[in-house]
């Protein structure tokens, strides 16, 4: 029933931006939490970005200062805002609704020059 799909990944130089989006259906989205994850190649996944489903965010260290998350409820949307790229960040980046096990399929982002 519930779907997360996300996009706008790609290929990026460090010190480039990406905006990747994560568009949720099958459930009433604004009663949610909504995070981004990511994995890189042989590391576990972990966690990026968090906000709440009263709007407030909450960040990993390692991109705090550099990434915003943000959520539009009018169009079941959480986005990641990508600034100041590292190659550290590349990874495969995953959407998930609330503390549930529905994640998205990915979306690969790879910071390289």
């Known amino acids: 029933q519930v779907q997360l799909v996300e996009s706008g990944g790609g290929l990026v130089q460090p010190g480039g931006s990406l905006r990747l989006s994560c568009a949720a259906s099958g459930t009433i989205f604004s009663r949610y939490a909504m995070g981004w994850y990511r994995q890189a190649p042989g590391k576990q996944r972990e966690l990026v970005a968090i906000i709440t489903s009263d709007d407030t965010a909450n960040y990993a260290d390692s991109v705090r200062g550099r990434f915003a998350i943000s959520r539009d409820n009018a169009k079941n949307t959480v986005y990641l805002q990508m600034n100041s790229l590292k190659p550290e960040d590349t990874a495969v980046y995953y959407c998930?609704?609330?503390?549930?096990?529905?994640w998205g399929q990915g979306t690969q982002v790879t910071v390289s020059s």
């Open positions: 998930r609704l609330g503390g549930s096990n529905h």
